[in-house]
T-cell receptor, first 115, second 111 residues
Framework: NAGVMQNPRHLVRRRGQEARLRCSPM?????VYWYRQLPEEGLKFMVY????????ESGMPKERFSAEFPKEGPSILRIQQVVRGDSAAYFC?????????????FGDGTRLSIL | SQQGEEDPQALSIQEGENATMNCSYK?????LQWYRQNSGRGLVHLIL?????REKHSGRLRVTLDTSKKSSSLLITASRAADTASYFC???????????FGQGTTLQVKP
């Protein structure tokens, strides 16, 4: 499967726990975007990363959220001390081109539920 | 907010009819993109129209862009039941390619 792979597809956490969401971009893509989608809404940009660099994190909440894209391995979106309001679908997209301006290829998302 | 707005929010048509969805946005853009999302799935890219283009076709899809009105429309001709999905417009306005999505139009095509 050459598409964007996200895991897990569904993640359930209790308030206060940590959530780790993984994204493997398409082969040959080195640019990753994370978006969050609340029910019945469009996607909202969170962060844009290239290998080992955060390029734009203007959409990331200031606390509890962090993202990385290491030289080896998938991109990780980490949410510490989760709260009910973190319940959402989190989508990763990848692009082959520096700076974007090209179609983005999306994974099927991770649906995070907070009990 | 630079987020676009789409209308209608929901659209229900019969198979074979045409579906038109509209999108408005607020800032200058590099390009505007349309995506489809089936229930429980990720987004699938449909078409990209650059700021210097006015119309683009892809199969049964036709997209127009009016930068003076900051609006775009997506026309799906001869709709099929398989076109049932949510459709989102997204504007690429920054140097990084991050997308700003509209709220989406939910399309139901009845067989």
């Amino acid at each position: 499967n050459a598409g964007v792979m996200q895991n897990p597809r569904h993640l359930v956490r209790r308030r206060g726990q940590e959530a780790r969401l993984r994204c493997s971009p398409m082969k040959g893509h080195s640019h990753v975007y994370w978006y969050r989608q609340l029910p019945e809404e469009g996607l909202k940009f969170m962060v844009y990363l290239q290998k080992e660099n955060i390029i734009d994190e203007s959409g990331m909440p200031k606390e509890r959220f962090s993202a990385e894209f290491p030289k080896e391995g998938p991109s990780i979106l980490r949410i510490q001390q989760v709260v009910r309001g973190d319940s959402a679908a989190y989508f990763c997209a990848s692009s082959p081109v520096d700076g974007g301006h090209q179609p983005q290829h999306f994974g099927d998302g991770t649906r995070l539920s907070i009990l | 907010s630079q987020q676009g707005e789409e209308d209608p929010q929901a659209l229900s048509i019969q198979e074979g009819e045409n579906a038109t969805m509209n999108c408005s946005y607020k800032t200058s853009i590099n390009n505007l993109q349309w995506y489809r999302q089936n229930s429980g799935r990720g987004l699938v890219h449909l078409i990209l129209i650059r700021s210097n283009e006015r119309e683009k076709h892809s199969g049964r899809l036709r997209v127009t862009l009016d930068t003076s009105k900051k609006s775009s429309s997506l026309l799906i001709t001869a709709s099929r039941a398989a076109d049932t999905a949510s459709y989102f417009c997204a504007t690429d306005w920054s140097n990084t390619g991050k997308l700003i999505f509209g709220q989406g139009t939910t399309l139901q095509v009845k067989p």
